[in-house]
């Protein structure tokens, strides 16, 4: 159960977040679609409790969010890799930190991420595509109560980002873990969100959140709903984008 | 009954050190040849010797009670008073300090070095040396060109290759200079001005009375051993213990070592006043407020 | 130690032995003795006498540096990382580190005597403020991008001190070891003055006053020479920390 | 200047000070006399006497480093970003920089003479190895990424330099001349007792001599409080060159 | 003209581009595509100048590529923007060292690009697609002869992105600039490239090249030919993708 009510933060003197209201049952997956600039990320960074710079009453599971009290899936936009950390240090590094590693890596998660030949190299030796997939095997290895995604298939080509795709789908669906996931595409938000929130920019308000029927559906791309549901959105998306400058 | 007494002492004293502070120079040779020749542990004294390789460290140590008492001089003395610690001054020692005049220097004599440039320490026994000499010549400190240089190889190094005109140096680095072709103008014996001083701390005197005047006893048994003895004969220990320059060995003509006294009365009168003059200390303390008279007592 | 071995500083070695040579042929002055007769003293006092002196003064330095190291390094990780522990530490040590740490020799004395202790104490004081300024600095330099994926985990002061902190600052830290190893040789001149026979700055200093340019010379080319075994000790433990950083 | 102004640094001037009085108190010594006495000695001499010494002070400190600056940072420079380069110059520099500059003192002097020059080139000497080790290392931790946009852009070593070296090493340059710093003020006592009557270090070293503890102190607080300035103006360079590193 | 001979690259012992054959007239704007970790990136920088460590032959207009005779404009898939130099700085940096400076900040390409109320900023302080949107101002300002662009849309929402895929596609109209570009979007390539260079991975080759009709077409996605086009694609990327392992 993820709570926000009335949430507002600045930068400076400008609102960056201004007035989000949220009510978002636990389980669910929310995708979060939104222009360039409008507050995603930060939104993204309030509830993983990184921001603490905010007005309102934010909460989940009816506490402050705190990773100390939950085990919080984090994957930032620049995905969050610790330089002199092997891959394989930097999948276990969620683990080590729960106090979980002694279950050691998860061969087969790594396996689908297509990670098992890079184990022993160093992010900076990694293209931009094998590190975000090294930043998904660390928050999906670690079985979290919440899973809060920043773009995290941007750096994938189609076909790579349709199998991780599914690899979520996979484990969301053994383990119902909460999700919310900021993406810029129509597709992508269909596919993945039981709800989609569209956000507008300066400063980033909710404009709409649209339930889902599309998702996890292999097919969706062939259900009659989809093109009228996508034009929908991307109407959406114009107009909050146009409401204000990006 | 000499022996009877001897005992006595060396009973007394068993359990105390006495650590005393020495620099490189000639008036710790005595101390050396007294605990090389076991003539303490023959008065029953445990003396420990600490070397130094600078006054401000000797007198750190001093102050900070980790020495009883070391090889210093009249102006150290007066500085240590003025400075609040109460050290006393038990007997003088033999030191000597020469006026050079560098290589390529034609004066032989101080008035012939008017205007030229003069190294010394600043504040210290060297300084007043050689304020002694100008005044002995009827000069001021104006007559000649004072050139601060501290340390005593630098005085030398910086002598010998004319790039100073005279410099005033302790024994036994003024005689390597004259062995290395530089002229002695003048000197601290020739002008029968000794400033240079064995200090205790106050303390010690009260306390170790007896150790000290043992230790006295021993230092004096190697005077008169070194007064009797050809140099060469202890020379090159000497010189390896005191960290003196090799070249002592040649150059320098040992003085005629006095046994331990008490300083001349007219030493401390000058020194006092040299240090009231230039202010550096305002009280003027009498002969008997700093002698201890623990050698004749 | 594979770039940094002999044949890494034979080329220097021998350049600077040249300069040497030429400058003490030029200058011809017992001061700047010739490097051959330098080099032949060294061989004939090395085992005899200059050894038991390196071997102390190696001892004060590893001591002092030692020591200045698990002190500063957790005050300077405190400052760099909690903004209060800075804003309360920081102007103790801008007042303090300026003062000359020698003129406090007579303190020293009176605290820890005039044996080993003070020796060690006097070089841990002079290096300690170089490795608090240099680690706190460096930590300050760390984006707080890079403690997200911690925080995010909930991780401990602990975790991110091993898991971030550390690895960050390393670098820095090396950098900061390097400069203060030098320092720490300089200060041999002061501590190694008082109360021992032993070190290279008491042989040095020794020589210095009895006008042994040999002696003297021998002396500051060992003490040359520990300063490199440190540095290339320094050198490979980067190595071997830092392998993250090895570029291709 | 906003946050490092007095109130910075008074709660810490006050604690020192009773920190200083305790112990002073507590020893009992005129080794370490109380900092009510220091103080009213440093007030009845500072116009008259230690401003002189103060003067001449930061004027051989500023020179020195001046010139360690000029000279280290473009060695350090081409060290950092010029492999060839530091094939080259490592191995000199590590072989140099644990060489004590202090036993090269007669040479300097003799080559120098007593006036002002050695004195600065004292501190040249010992600061631009600091300089020259923190820039040469922090250049080499610049991720090769970050030259990627000037390089493609064709880019000529000075607008390299410019736009990127200087920049991204301007933070640890700034640590390295604070630690400088507290070092050249350290060299003071070897550089100003030879040759001068002015300076902090002959003023503190002839008050040690003379055993006159209250004007060594007061010169011991005045250096401090040059040190205080000099870090107080690094302060102050850095918080203007580094904007863009404010953290909100 | 590019011509590229037989081009190897390799990292330690593994090749990471494998006989690369390439033949690219002027003026042409050409997308890569390829799996996660092909080497597209590392294409890239050779082309570029920044990767010297190549076997085989690469020329620009006759020449090595070096960007000293070339103006070459170069967008690294991390933005590459200088985190000390304001936007503003960020943008002018390029005009700067190809001493065009005093021509001014091109304000209309500025506002194009959405970026005119945060000239000011550092680049720390914006979202990630703002500093992408700065990274391409950089690009476009210079006039460049060759355009290098590693994914230089992927952090934009789909509306954004499209409006700034409009403002090269009127700057390549108007300088007829040679392009070369990477996207993971099969529609990206189909809109931006009038040749489709599809990559196999491990090591990286050259699978397909295609010829695209639909460039720069603003309705390609209602053509005839763009479903089975992109079906197509999609499906050489799949085999390029499984050929090996990412
Ligand atoms: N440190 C900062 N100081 C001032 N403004 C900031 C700072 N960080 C972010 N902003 C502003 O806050 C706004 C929201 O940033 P945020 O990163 O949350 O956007 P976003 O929705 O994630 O965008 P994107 O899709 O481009 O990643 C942006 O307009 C950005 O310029
Ligand atoms: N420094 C390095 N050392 C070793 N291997 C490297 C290094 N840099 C990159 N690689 C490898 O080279 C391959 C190509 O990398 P490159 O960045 O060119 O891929 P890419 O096609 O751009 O991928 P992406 O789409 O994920 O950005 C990758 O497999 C990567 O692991
Ligand atoms: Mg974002
Ligand atoms: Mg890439």
């Known amino acids: ?246 | 009954g000499s022996t009877t007494d001897e005992k006595e002492v060396a009973d007394n004293t068993k359990t105390e050190t006495l650590k005393i502070g020495l620099m490189p120079d000639i008036d710790s040779i005595p101390f050396i040849i007294a605990q090389e020749k076991g003539y303490f542990k023959e008065e029953g004294v445990d003396v420990e010797l600490q070397y130094f390789k600078s006054a401000m460290d000797r007198d750190s140590a001093l102050q900070s009670g980790n020495l009883d008492g070391g090889v210093s001089d009249m102006l150290a003395a007066g500085f240590a008073k003025a400075g609040g610690f109460d050290v006393k001054i038990t007997s003088s020692t033999n030191g000597n300090y020469c006026l050079i005049a560098g290589t390529g220097n034609t004066a032989k004599s101080l008035a012939e070095m008017k205007g030229q440039n003069i190294s010394v320490s600043k504040n210290t026994i060297i300084e007043f040396v050689l304020d002694e000499m100008l005044a002995q010549n009827n000069m001021t400190e104006a007559d000649i060109n004072k050139t601060v240089i501290p340390q005593i190889p630098t005085r030398l190094e910086m002598l010998q290759n004319g790039k100073l005109d005279g410099a005033v140096l302790p024994e036994p680095m003024g005689s390597i200079a004259v062995k290395n072709g530089s002229y002695l103008v003048n000197s601290s014996e020739a002008m029968k001005i000794n400033p240079g001083v064995m200090v205790f701390t106050n303390d010690s005197v009260e306390n170790k009375k007896e150790v000290i005047k043992a230790m006295y006893r021993a230092y004096d048994k190697a005077i008169e051993y070194l007064n009797s003895t050809p140099q060469e004969e202890y020379m090159d220990l000497v010189i390896e213990t005191a960290g003196l320059p090799p070249a002592t060995k040649d150059a320098l003509v040992m003085p005629k070592y006095m046994k331990a006294a008490l300083p001349e009365k007219s030493d401390w009168d000058k020194s006092i006043n040299w240090l009231n003059k230039k202010e550096l200390v305002t009280e003027k303390y009498n002969y008997e407020d700093i002698v201890s008279d623990i050698l004749t007592k | 130690m594979k770039d940094k071995s002999w044949h890494f500083y034979l080329p220097a070695m021998i350049l600077l032995l040249i300069l040497w040579y030429v400058i003490s042929i030029i200058v011809h002055l017992p001061i700047i003795p010739s490097p051959v007769l330098v080099m032949e003293r060294l061989g004939n006092i090395f085992t005899q006498t200059i050894a038991i002196h390196a071997l102390y003064s190696l001892w004060r330095i590893i001591a002092g540096v030692f020591l200045a190291i698990i002190t500063g390094v957790p005050i300077a990780v405190m400052m760099g990382y909690y903004k209060k522990c800075d804003k309360i530490l920081a102007p103790i040590v801008y007042l303090t580190y300026p003062i000359p740490k020698i003129a406090l020799l007579p303190i020293l004395m009176l605290l820890a005597g005039i044996g080993e202790l003070p020796k060690v104490i006097m070089i841990f004081l002079i290096v300690i403020f170089q490795v608090l300024v240099a680690i706190r600095d460096s930590i300050k330099t760390i984006p707080k991008e890079m403690f997200f994926p911690l925080y995010s985990l909930g991780a401990s002061f602990r975790q991110i001190f091993l898991n971030i902190l550390w690895p960050a600052v390393l670098p820095n830290f090396i950098t900061s070891l390097r400069v203060a190893m030098g320092t720490a040789i300089s200060v041999l001149f002061f501590t190694e003055t008082f109360g021992t026979k032993y070190g290279m700055g008491y042989f040095i200093m020794d020589s210095w006053l009895r006008v042994n340019y040999l002696d003297m010379y021998a002396g500051i080319v060992v003490l040359s020479l520990i300063g490199l075994f440190l540095f290339g000790f320094l050198d490979l433990v980067e190595n071997y920390f830092c392998k993250w950083k090895k570029k291709v």
């Open chain 1, 1 to 246: 159960m993820i709570t926000v009510d009335r949430l507002y933060v600045r930068y400076d003197d400008t609102n960056i977040l201004e007035d989000i209201n949220l009510n978002l049952p636990t389980g669910i997956t929310c995708a979060v679609i939104g222009p360039s600039g409008c507050g995603k990320s930060t939104l993204l960074n309030v509830l993983a409790g990184l921001q603490k710079n905010y007005q309102g009453l934010v909460q989940i599971n009816g506490a402050n969010p705190s990773p100390k009290k939950q085990t919080i899936g984090f994957i930032p936009q620049n995905y969050g890799l610790l330089p002199w950390l092997t891959v394989k240090e930097n999948i276990l590094l969620g683990l080590k930190i729960k106090k979980e590693a002694k279950q050691g890596l998860p061969r087969n998660l790594v396996d689908n991420l297509g990670l098992s030949n890079l184990l022993n190299r160093y992010p900076n030796n990694l293209s931009g595509g094998q590190q975000q997939r090294v930043s998904l095997a660390r928050a999906f290895a670690l079985k979290a109560d919440l899973l809060l995604m920043d773009e995290p298939f941007s750096a994938l080509d189609a076909i790579t980002r349709e199998e991780m795709q599914d690899v979520f789908i996979d484990l969301w669906q053994k383990q119902k873990v909460s999700t919310i996931l900021v993406t810029h595409y129509v597709e992508e938000a269909l596919y993945l969100g039981q709800k989609i929130i569209v956000m507008t920019s300066a400063p980033g308000g909710i404009y709409k959140i649209i339930d889902n029927p599309l998702f996890s559906d292999k097919n969706f791309r062939d259900r009659e709903i989809f093109s009228s549901l996508s034009k929908e959105i991307r109407n959406y998306l114009k107009k909050a984008g146009s409401k204000n400058e990006r």
